[in-house]
């Protein structure tokens, strides 16, 4: 937990402003439509990429990641109603990295929602991740609120099925992240006419929160930054006044709002990924309402990375969890036209960490 | 008329034979440039190669992993003071502290082949951005 503002002050002095009358709008408590969920807290914890170099012998760097943010968030109290994985527990999808990541996830004292990755993915096509962690998607309900959890890392058939000679090579083909042989990443038909039909029983005031590894819309296609079929997913998620998109594999603060729909990022847990303004060959759409989190100091071995929790109370505060470094604060849904950060939104307020070239 | 002196005959002919030297050393053809491009490349397709390789270090972690497409390098700053090292440093130097510390392998010499098409594979990519040597 950062030392600047643990959970307890926050609620200490979120409780203090309730009580008062004329507030600023961020922290008046906002409704979602006419039926606002429940308050509650849920965590996330993201991009582990548990790597085997060989044998028992695993990169400690990304074990020591994955366990410090399962120790953190068993110290969060009051506890998490549950923490969603936000993919890419494997570096290479194998059964020793599977384990060797679930050995450490298993000692989390709440339930977890598990999202999968293209690193979990690609080597066994979720063989292993469906028969022992989670269906590939799925829905669930909790408190008044709709969660759905989406496979947004599938892609065509013919690099599926055709265009590698083994399992290893297509997972290695997909774990190069700047790949110039590789694919889109997509949610493809069978999945959308899944969701459509699984929204069809949701009310339109009912509070949505689809999590998904890839962002659900399209920033970087040089790094799979992507979905491919973004916009017919998000035509699904429009007619919903209070829906969310939340997202991994991009292990960075990220934020953007495409009509009524706002999204936010996942920290990674292992290592932080440049901002796509950094590869100054080619052109990007990087929300430029986002405020970058501060540039990475390669000598500290955990800066960039973290965790973070949402308080759900009518929109949600995102709480980034960012080791090495002050956390940070979004806030998005509810009334927010945007997704805003608390303290830096203003561009005057930004600091020189922040800028990256 | 005065007759040339044999000096002046002398420098006169060692001048033709120095100017005509040089009339063929400088000017180089479109094949040379071309041929030298190549040769670029082929060192520059080689730090491609190695910068996405598992091997460079111990632990099978990749520089592409937290740099794809070389980006967040800043090849065009270096050499500058970089605060972590105490000291100015050079891009090579960067390289060598990434391939010892994230990658947990061995230091590679300045001049070492390796070296070479590491910093022309980060150079290629950051193409075209302007010098900024010193910049933080």
Not at chain 1, 21 to 43: D, N, R
Not at chain 1, 68 to 96: H, R, S, T
């Amino acid at each position: 937990m950062s030392e600047k503002m643990t959970r307890r002050t926050f609620l200490k002095a979120a409780g203090a402003f309730t009580a008062a009358a004329a507030l600023p709008v961020g922290l008046v408590e906002m409704a979602w439509g006419q039926k606002s969920s429940e308050k509650f807290t849920f965590a996330y914890i993201s991009d582990a990429h548990i790597t085997q170099i060989k044998g028992t012998e695993f990169v400690k760097n990304f074990d020591k990641g994955l366990q410090k943010a399962v120790f953190e968030v068993n110290f969060m109290d009051p506890k998490p109603d549950f923490v969603v994985f936000g993919g890419d527990l494997a570096q290479l999808g194998k059964k020793e990295e599977f384990e060797h990541g679930l050995e450490i996830m298993k000692d989390l004292t709440v339930p977890v929602k598990w999202v999968t990755g293209e690193h979990d993915y690609y080597l066994d096509l979720g063989k292993y991740w469906q028969e022992k962690i989670s269906p590939l998607y799925y829905s669930f309900d909790h408190k008044g609120v709709h969660f759905v959890v989406l496979n947004s890392i599938l892609t065509d058939d013919d690099w599926t099925y055709k265009r590698w000679p083994t399992p290893e090579e297509r997972m290695l083909q997909m774990a190069r992240l700047d790949n110039p042989h590789g694919s889109p990443f997509m949610v493809k038909e069978e999945q959308r006419a899944w969701l459509k039909k699984d929204l069809a029983k949701t009310g339109k005031e009912t509070p949505i929160v689809v999590l998904s590894h890839s962002p659900l819309y399209k920033i970087f296609k040089p790094w799979n930054f992507w979905t491919d079929d973004a916009e017919e997913v998000q035509v699904i998620l429009s007619p919903f006044k209070n829906v969310m998109v939340l997202h991994g594999h991009v292990h960075q603060i990220l934020y953007n709002q495409i009509g009524n729909i706002p999204f936010n990022a996942f920290l990674a847990t292992a290592w932080p990924w440049p901002y796509p303004v950094s590869y100054s060959q080619l052109p990007n759409k990087v929300p430029a309402m986002t405020v970058f989190m501060n540039r990475a100091d390669p000598f500290k071995e955990r800066d960039g990375t973290g965790w973070g929790y949402f308080d759900v109370n009518g929109g949600m505060l995102h709480h980034y969890e960012l080791w090495e470094n002050t956390p940070r604060m979004v806030r998005a849904g509810g009334k927010m036209k945007h997704p805003e950060d608390t303290e830096y939104q203003d561009p005057t307020k930004r600091i020189p960490p922040q800028e990256h070239y | 008329m005065q007759k040339p002196s044999y000096l002046c005959i002398g420098l006169g002919f060692v001048t033709l034979c120095v100017a005509s030297l040089m009339a063929h050393a400088d000017p180089f053809t479109r094949e040379d440039l071309k041929k030298w491009d190549e040769a670029f490349t082929v060192v520059m397709k080689e730090g491609d190669k190695l910068f996405h390789s598992s091997q460079l270090g111990k632990n099978s972690v990749s520089c592409d992993m937290c740099h794809p497409n070389a980006s967040n390098a800043h090849p065009e700053t270096y050499p500058k003071f970089q605060k972590q090292l105490g000291k100015v440093v050079g891009l090579r130097d960067m390289i060598n502290w990434c391939i010892q510390n994230p990658l947990e392998g061995q230091p590679l010499a300045a001049d070492d082949p390796k070296m070479i098409a590491l910093e022309s594979y980060i150079t290629w990519e950051r193409r075209g951005v302007k010098l900024e040597p010193g910049k933080h």
